[in-house]
Each structure stands twice: as structure tokens, then as C-alpha cells.
């Protein structure tokens, strides 16, 4: 049986990519944000060979909050709206999102409950990472406001299918 927080995790990494040996060949970038308050999202970005595949989870409730009662026989999983949607290889707002970009991404894990929190899992021209960033607004990290912007324009191109 896993615990609370091993079920939590396991729940929002549903939707970062990969194979059945739980490793992803091709690159990738996936963004994980627990709000202060609300409901968690998840983007996923999965570089392919042609063109991108954009994948939005956006939970209606917040996880944390029902994570513990999934074990239960009468209790749902957590109810989502997700889309996907295939981007122009030559999209501008991938320019935001190279190697450099996400290699500087430093890692703020001096936060607390009640603070926007993110978690951001990566693998890109041979390098990859696992960052996280308590309260990025608030910190003076072109790099994490950058990947969060462009994830979030990506995604703005696409929410009216989750509304």
C-alpha cells in the first residue's frame, strides 16, 4: 500500500511521459504546479519528431485534499479535464523553452505549505533535470518565469477545450 504522499506523486507524475520501463526516450519537459490554493495542473510537453504533443491536465479538485481517502472502495479518483493538442514544430514559444533555459533553472525548495509550488521534471539534447521552485514570481529567476510563461501561452492556445 503506498502512503499518502507516494499516491500524491504518483497521481501527478500520471502525465509526465513515458514507456512501460517508466523511461522516455525522447525529449521532454513536464511542469507540475500545486497552487497555494485550488486545484493542481500539469503540463507536458513531448518533443517528437515531427511535432510536439501538448498535454494540459487540469484537476477540478485539489488532490492533496482527497489523496488519502483513494484506497476507499466508494471514493472516485480525482476528476480532471485534460486536452492534448499537436504543436507547429517551428512554434515560437518553444524557442523559450532549449536547453540553456532549463538547465537554469535553479532549484527553490525553501518553501512551506499555503506557497505556490512547482515541480518541473526535464530531458532535452542529452541533459535532463528535476527542479523545483517554491513561490517563482517572487524571485528574481528569468529561467523559471520563462518556462512557466511559455508553457502557459502554449497551453492558452488550447484551454477553451477544458473550460
Not at 532549449?98 to 526535464?122: F, H, I, P
Request: include cysteine; aromatic fraction near 12%; charge should be negative.
Amino acid at each position: 500500500m503506498l502512503s499518502a504522499v507516494d499516491q500524491y506523486l504518483k497521481t501527478l507524475l500520471t502525465f509526465v511521459p513515458c514507456n512501460k520501463a517508466n523511461r522516455f526516450n525522447n525529449d521532454y519537459i513536464a511542469l507540475i504546479h500545486v497552487p497555494a490554493n485550488g486545484p493542481e495542473k500539469v503540463y507536458s510537453l513531448a518533443f517528437g519528431e515531427n511535432e510536439p504533443l501538448l498535454t494540459v491536465a487540469s484537476y477540478k479538485s485539489a488532490v492533496w485534499e482527497i489523496v488519502e481517502h483513494f484506497d476507499s472502495q466508494d471514493q472516485p479518483k480525482p476528476e480532471l479535464d485534460a486536452l492534448q493538442a499537436q504543436l507547429e514544430a517551428d512554434h515560437p514559444a518553444l524557442d523559450y523553452l532549449g536547453v540553456k533555459t532549463l538547465r537554469n533553472c535553479e532549484n527553490y525548495s525553501d518553501g512551506q505549505a499555503g506557497l505556490d509550488y512547482y515541480l518541473m521534471l526535464w530531458q532535452k539534447d542529452g541533459e535532463s533535470g528535476v527542479v523545483e521552485c517554491y513561490e517563482p514570481y517572487s524571485r528574481d529567476d528569468y529561467a523559471w518565469a520563462t518556462v512557466i510563461g511559455a508553457l502557459q501561452v502554449l497551453s492558452s492556445q488550447f484551454e477553451y477545450a477544458i473550460k
